[in-house]
């Protein structure tokens, strides 16, 4: 169970390590705003530490990324540290979740790319906002990237189901359920800022965020 939520986490430490990464260097973001980002690295910097038991490729992008947190200033700064050490560690990211992905099969792999764009969204939403950003378009855009990545998600579990021989398919009933439920409930608690016309608040996201982990881990269990 271990090894496969270590999946989910691999796949959104990448996803939220590319969104912080597009907020760093086209995002309008003041000083203050920019310390605070650089702070938020940390946070995918403790998640490639954990995955590291279960895939040694994630030593590549723990490394680097730790590096270019070190480098990088956590006040009121215009720099943005070094860049070239921060493409490096999303390329080491993204080869250590193909990696996996090719271990797990095709649609366990599938799932995890799947992965890659609805954890990694919201894990990046939770980062962002607790870095007091100012980047309202990201309110609205990682919501709607994160229903269209859970729809997907949904295709894949149920094609791979239609594609079991039908003892197999009735015996994880049980377990797509439970994964379509918590995806379903995780995103309507992610986007009901938007329903409301409000900000989102972190405590939300949070809520949005365990109910999507636990989805895709259950996922996992059932088409590996």
């Given at each position: 169970?271990?090894e496969l939520l270590s999946s989910v986490v691999m796949s959104g430490a990448l996803g939220a390590q590319c969104v ?14 920019r310390g605070r980002l650089h702070k938020a690295f940390w946070f995918v910097v403790a998640a490639w530490a954990l ?47 193909l990696v996996s992905a090719w271990q797990q099969g095709s649609a366990a792999g599938l799932l995890m790319l799947s ?110």
């Amino acid at each position: 169970m271990y090894e496969l939520l270590s999946s989910v986490v691999m796949s959104g430490a990448l996803g939220a390590q590319c969104v912080l990464t597009l907020v760093l260097l086209k995002g309008d973001i003041c000083p203050g705003q920019r310390g605070r980002l650089h702070k938020a690295f940390w946070f995918v910097v403790a998640a490639w530490a954990l995955v590291i038991p279960f895939s040694s490729f994630a030593v590549l992008p723990f490394i680097a990324l730790g590096i270019f947190s070190l480098r990088s200033k956590s006040g009121k700064t215009r720099l943005s540290g070094p860049i070239p050490v921060l493409h490096l560690a999303n390329g080491f990211g993204a080869l250590a979740v193909l990696v996996s992905a090719w271990q797990q099969g095709s649609a366990a792999g599938l799932l995890m790319l799947s992965q890659v764009v609805l954890v990694g969204a919201i894990t990046a939403h939770c980062l962002l906002v607790r870095a007091r950003s100012r980047l309202q378009a990201f309110h609205r855009i990682l919501p709607v990237v994160g229903i269209v990545a859970s729809m997907f998600m949904a295709v894949i579990i149920a094609v791979t189901s239609a594609s079991m021989p039908e003892s197999e398919a009735n015996a994880l009933i049980t377990s797509v359920l439970s994964s379509l439920g918590l995806v379903l409930l995780g995103v309507v608690i992610w986007a009901s800022h938007l329903l409301r016309q409000t900000t989102p608040h972190i405590v939300q996201l949070c809520f949005a965020l365990i109910a999507i982990v636990s989805a895709s881990g259950v996922a996992m269990s059932a088409m590996v």
